[in-house]
């Protein structure tokens, strides 16, 4: 009997080692690819930047761009760096912004389809930014903050009446889709009554980022740059948001304070993107879903590599848009569109258990 005994405990301390091993082996592939995804993003970046600069009617070697920067001035370079640039900037800032914020908006809504585009946040913003540029110019520098406003408007009323003895993921998409409709509609409404003339007015409605400036840089980097931040900062309670909310106050988490603070950070970074870059839809989805694929579901690591990855994608759109029809351009927003669909409704086939 007492050889039996051990013979089981033998076989049960060797079934924990190889359990254990095999555990240490899966968390050691996937670092492996995580920091490869990391570093292959990073490069891609860099060569698709000065890609993105040497496309169109002039061209420029990389010496002479550097050359041009930093030594001597190069009429050609100068050129590039009053009209391309701010748009490259601001595509890769933006689109880093709304990757963010749907990494965000996913987390606090516990539902994996949520887009700051499909739940109405930057349609919201939007309209608000399209109100100061039509009715009150003077206030333009205020744009961003009007924005945010509108945003944070579109998100309450989203929340609030998704809103029945708890939070449904199929309702809240709905919600949003309904909300979203609405201050579409109202922007466009707007574009109309100004006779498309006004094109502040119309790239916002447009996501039209042609005739960007380094003023609208100046704009964006501060708001970007501290939202980035917090979202980082906030990583760590993101991943608690993943767990029941039972669990997670178990754990001395203050649930509804924290929810609502990450949500104002997404909302801070969904809105002043799109009063800038104007609406931009399905880029919020896309790039978190393949983010968690390559680096896994630890926000920590989810929320840098998905500024990279959103970076990259909204500049490869804008690149793409301004390529695919030269001498004419196809906006960055219908590039995301036309991609973005298909690949929303593939994941809401898939996810039949939000379906409820």
Known sequence: METKEKEAEALITEETVNSEGQDKSRKKKKMARAVMSFAVMTVLLVILFFAAVNIGSLKVSFGDLLGGLFVKYNEDVATIY?????????????????????????????????????????????????LIIAFAPTLFFFTPLFAFLGGVLAFFLVYSLSWKGGLSPLRIILVGVAVNSMFTGLSSAMNSMSGGNMSGVASIVNGNITMKIWDDVKTLVPYVVIGLILAVIFSGKCNLLSLEDKTARSLGVNVNTMRITISLVAVLLASIS??????????????????????????????????????????????????????????ASIIMSVVGGPFFIILLRRSKKYAS
């Not at 009209?83 to 539902?111: C, D, E, H």
């Not at 919020?284 to 990259?312: E, N, T």
């Open 82 to 130: 009053d009209l391309r640039f701010p748009r490259i900037i601001i595509s890769m800032l933006a689109g880093a912004a709304i990757a963010v914020s749907g990494v965000l908006f996913q987390a606090v809504l516990k539902n994996p389809l949520a887009d700051p585009g499909i739940i109405g946040i930057s349609s919201g913003a939007s309209f608000a930014a399209v």
């Open 274 to 331: 799109t009063a800038v870059a104007g609406t931009i839809s399905f880029l919020g989805l896309i790039v978190p879903h393949i983010g968690r694929i390559l680096v896994g579901s630890d926000h920590k690591a989810l929320i840098p590599f998905s500024m990279l990855f959103g970076a990259f994608t909204f500049l490869l759109a804008d690149t793409i848009g301004r390529t695919i029809a030269s001498p004419y351009e196809v906006s």
